[in-house]
């Protein structure tokens, strides 16, 4: 087999290095997954002194009034507490999109994860719950990216995972691009059900997404938790998209 030929098998080319999806400049790093090992140096990752609402985790651009006091913007969100690994920018976005790809969460991002759950003492749960996806989103992706997440969460807290308790409802073909903010929070208000309520009456549940946007998808699973009696629930995603900045 020529040089030239081996360049451009496809099946060999899987495994040659690919270009970082953030500079588009350097190879990926193994550890980074998508992303070089420069591009991970500026993750927006969040640390313990990171200003950060208690309730939703939004970034807030000024402090609040006291220790209890939230950014307001979360008061009607049903969920107790969320919480990410950083910002939905960069080496994270670039890697939360690769998620949807391939289901491989890189060392780097796994090393993000357990540092934002060792930050944060309101992860101790009875369980953990994927958000789940829409049975054709199943179908054309082939695995839900939220599961991934949650098994490497479960791992590292040594925290069983109920992939079947919460059930998304089929999602309407209204849930599209034209649709203003209020519009899709209309339209996931009533998206999930519980399959078994008898599993979620007094239980502490860690619902887990990749981003958090607007919070309308992870309200509406925490809402229906909490309608089915669950006792707490805290939200982890890896990303906090720009959106929820104060
Ligand atoms: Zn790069
Ligand atoms: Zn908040």
């Known amino acids: 087999m020529s040089l030239f030929r081996t360049a451009f098998d496809p099946i060999l080319s899987v495994i040659l290095p690919e270009q970082c999806r953030v500079c588009f400049a350097r190879e990926c790093d193994i550890a980074g997954g998508v992303v070089c090992a420069e591009c991970w140096q500026k993750a927006q990752l969040f640390t313990k002194d990171t200003p950060l609402c208690p309730k939703c ?7 609040l009034r006291s220790d209890s006091a939230t950014c307001n913007a979360c008061d009607k969100m049903a969920f107790d507490r969320a ?10 976005s670039a890697s939360v999109l690769a998620l949807k790809k391939q289901p491989v969460i890189a060392r780097h991002l796994k090393d993000a994860i ?10 101790k749960a009875d369980f953990i719950v994927p958000v789940p996806l829409s049975k ?19 791992r590292l807290l040594e925290l069983p995972i109920n992939n079947s308790l919460l059930q998304r409802t089929i999602h309407t073909p209204l849930h599209r691009a034209r649709m203003d ?6 339209s996931v208000e009533k998206a999930f059900s519980v399959a078994n309520a008898d599993l ?3 239980k502490r549940i ?17 809402t229906v938790l909490k ?4 006792s707490f629930v805290t939200v982890f995603t890896i990303a906090r998209a720009v959106q929820g900045r104060y």
Do not use: H, W
């Not at 357990?114 to 992860?123: I, K, Q």
């Not at 839900?144 to 997440?149: D, F, R």
């Not at 903010?181 to 209309?186: F, N, V």
């Open 57 to 63: 985790g939004a970034v807030l651009m000024t402090a």
């Open 181 to 186: 903010l209020r519009a899709r929070e209309l």
């Open 136 to 154: 054709k989103r199943m179908f054309e992706r082939g695995f839900n990216q939220a599961e991934k997440i949650a098994e490497v969460v479960s």
């Open 114 to 123: 357990r540092d934002a759950l060792a930050r944060n003492p309101f992860v």
């Open 83 to 92: 919480f990410a690994c950083g910002m939905y920018e960069g080496a994270i």
């Open 227 to 230: 309608k089915n009696g669950a």
């Open 200 to 202: 979620v009456g007094n």
């Open 206 to 222: 860690l619902l887990v997404d990749d981003v958090f946007t607007s919070g309308a998808t992870v309200n509406s699973c925490s």
